[in-house]
């Protein structure tokens, strides 16, 4: 991607679109300015350099087309693109370049209604200080970030020559745009629907845009037809041309997700991790696997191990394999989405290790990486306490410092899978100050005299919260990680891992993937639903990949990951609803189905409180967006 170009093209179209043209060619009238954007060579950006075009990148013309929505410019530049490169098939550049623009639209709508409501004030303050406003906008974000996101997957559809792909994100970025505008309008009152007001020029371009080269019902209805005839709406979704590009977030980007393409290095590892889930899971019935979360297996975690598909990022001197975070990725995803029992070894894997590995001692990463990285070794998350859920930093179990170490009172709450687990990070107080100073994490083996565990039932009957009494605890002096009093710096970097992977949106999937099995292949009503579901998981997904990548880099992606948990938990929740709704489409419901529906609908609720609730990812988002 050329980003001088891309940057040049921007303040060239910014320039161009002033509101009176924008007012001129909303009203139906002629926009002057195109003689400045022909002679920029715009229109030639996709021919060839034989036909005298630029022969631009598909990423680089899509920023172009981008930045054109971006400026609400009002010119044909999409359609004299594909006009002048006859070689593009149109049925895949024309969506592309609509998604491309209602990304830029998007952004443009966040910024109008993010300026306004920190200037309109109302009750003697700004609009932006009341939180129902702030959890507007934060959704604003999300959808226009997802946008951005529908942008990298219709690149990668248009390079591959993908059509579902193109699909996927042209769906989606329609989507985003009727959810963006409506809250624009609701956020600007009364003056956003006047001609007065600038807002309309950009959000009566977004609503037309919805419907050029294919509504959302067209593409979904598409893509649901092609989820019945594979059978599967996970293969839909990984079936992706293997391009190996890594584009960077674009500069001047909101939001950070860069784009990475499947490489066949990666598509082979899939390919490893299926076989094996295959033959690993075929005696598991798909209510149970819908309970991949809670499936405790240190078998099949020991089995993981063996393969060197747990610690995959880790360095080889603490029991790790040194791959990449989208190597890592992938396993995930297929164990998620096949629903394993993953439970045993999960919060050891994907956060209490990466902790240690950033904090912890020499010794402390000794005698624990290398037998988590096995499958040996199992954690739980010491953070809740019956007066401190959302608000962490009201909690009260305290270590005292004691002669070589620390003693321990207090109570954790929902403590997953404490009754199997052999260690716990705990965040308690060690010293005096404001909420967020004097805490610290130590590392408690459960084992330890006076820790003592009540075990509290789920609504499915199910044992995996516990109470967690520490009844003066010692804990050796050596337990502490990393440094004193730096607790809570440490736990938010560890919800970063929490909160960034795909288990934010994965976790529903064995429902939807029974549903289409279960589902005849010309259950038409179905087509559109499954379709929008398609749409929403291939985005999702790159944006998890585009977090892996930040993560790769070394990146804290606190507010991207607060984004994808807040859609993902969405996504999640409107499987059950959905596969309720195409029941009566399927003449005889296998048992399975219903009893993984019956499952599903439980653990439903679940998804957007667990690792940071709505309101409260919410809130991180509307931080990041500078209103709080
Ligand atoms: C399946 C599951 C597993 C879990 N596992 C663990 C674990 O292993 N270890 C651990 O430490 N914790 C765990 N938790 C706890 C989880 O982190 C908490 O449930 C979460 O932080 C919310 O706290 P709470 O349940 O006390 O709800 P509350 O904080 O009481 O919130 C109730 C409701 O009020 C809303 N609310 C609260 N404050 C505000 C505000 N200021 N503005 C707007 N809305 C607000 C919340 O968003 C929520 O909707 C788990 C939870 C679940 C559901």
New binding site residues.
């Given amino acids: 991607m050329d980003d001088v170009l891309i940057d040049q093209v921007s303040r060239l179209l910014a320039h161009e679109a002033t509101d009176a043209r924008l007012r001129a060619a909303r009203a139906g009238g002629r926009a002057d300015g195109w003689d400045a954007i022909t002679a920029a060579g715009l229109p030639l950006a996709l021919a060839s350099e034989a036909a005298g075009g630029l022969a631009l990148d598909a990423a680089t013309v899509l920023a172009i087309a981008r930045a054109h929505g971006k400026a609400g410019a009002p010119w044909p530049l999409a359609a004299a693109m594909i006009d002048a490169a006859p070689e593009c098939p149109a049925e895949l550049c024309s969506p592309a370049l609509a998604t491309a623009e209602i990304a830029g639209l998007a952004e443009t709508v966040l910024a109008l209604t993010l300026e306004w409501t920190q200037t309109r004030q109302q009750f003697g303050k700004p609009l932006s200080k009341n939180?129902a406003v702030q959890h507007s906008l934060a959704q604003m974000a999300a959808e226009t970030a997802a946008a951005g996101a529908a942008v990298g997957l219709a690149g990668l559809g248009l390079a591959g020559e993908n059509w579902a792909m193109v699909a996927a994100g042209k769906a989606r970025a329609s989507e985003a745009a009727g959810v963006v505008a409506a809250l624009a309008h609701q956020l600007h009152g009364a003056i956003g629907v006047t001609a007065e007001h600038r807002l309309h020029l950009f959000t009566r371009a977004l609503w037309a845009k919805r419907d050029v080269a294919g509504s959302e019902h067209d593409w979904h209805t598409r893509l649901g037809a092609d989820v019945l005839a594979r059978g599967s709406l996970w293969r839909l979704a990984t079936d992706e041309p293997l391009l190996g590009l890594a584009e960077p977030a674009t500069a001047g980007d909101r939001f950070r997700f860069p784009v990475v393409a499947e490489t066949a290095a990666r598509a082979d590892l899939r390919c490893d991790v299926r076989d094996f889930l295959a033959e690993e899971l075929a005696a598991l019935p798909p209510d149970v696997r819908a309970h991949s979360w809670n499936g405790h297996s240190p078998d099949f975690s020991r089995k993981l191990g063996e393969r060197g598909w747990l610690a995959m990022t880790w360095p080889k001197a603490v029991g790790g394999h040194e791959k990449s975070a989208l190597d890592r990725l992938v396993v995930i995803e297929e164990l998620l989405a096949a629903g394993a029992p993953v439970a045993a070894h999960w919060i050891a894997d994907r956060q209490t290790g990466p902790l240690l590995l950033k904090f912890g001692t020499p010794a402390q990463q000794a005698a624990y990486l290398p037998a988590i990285a096995r499958g040996e070794l199992f954690a739980?998350?010491?953070?809740?306490e019956p007066g401190a859920?959302?608000?962490l930093a009201a909690l009260t179990t305290r270590a005292r410092p004691v002669e070589g170490g620390w003693r321990v009172n207090g109570t954790?709450l929902?403590?997953?899978y404490a009754h199997k687990a052999h260690a716990m990070l705990l965040l308690c107080r060690t010293g005096e100050g404001q909420r967020h100073e004097g805490l610290s994490q130590l590392l408690v083996p459960m084992d330890s005299p006076g820790l003592n565990l009540r075990p509290i039932i789920d609504l499915m009957g199910e044992h995996h919260?516990n109470e967690v009494h520490f009844d003066d605890v010692f804990v050796p002096a050596d337990a502490l990680v990393g440094a004193e009093g730096n607790g809570w710096a440490q736990v938010m970097s560890e919800l970063a891992y929490e909160r960034s992977g795909p288990e934010r949106f994965l976790s529903t999937l064995v429902l939807a993937e029974e549903l289409v099995a279960a589902l005849p292949e010309d259950a038409a009503a179905a087509h559109a639903p499954l379709g929008r579901l398609a749409a929403h998981l291939m985005v999702l997904r790159l944006m998890a990949r585009g977090m892996a990548a930040l993560l790769e880099a070394g990146e804290d992606p606190a507010l991207e990951a607060a984004m994808v948990k807040d859609l993902g938990a969405t996504f999640e929740q409107a499987i059950p609803e959905i596969a309720r709704s195409l029941l009566p489409l399927i003449p005889d419901p296998p048992g399975s189905l219903l009893a993984t529906l019956h499952a599903t609908v439980q653990i439903a609720p679940?998804v957007s409180?667990?690792?940071?609730?709505?309101?409260?990812l919410r809130?991180i988002i509307a931080r990041g967006l500078g209103v709080r």
Avoid at 609 to 616: M, S
Wanted: with cysteine.
């Fill in positions: 939180q739980c998350i010491g953070m809740s859920g959302s608000d954790k929902w403590t997953t919260f679940m409180l667990r690792g940071g609730t709505r309101e409260i809130g």
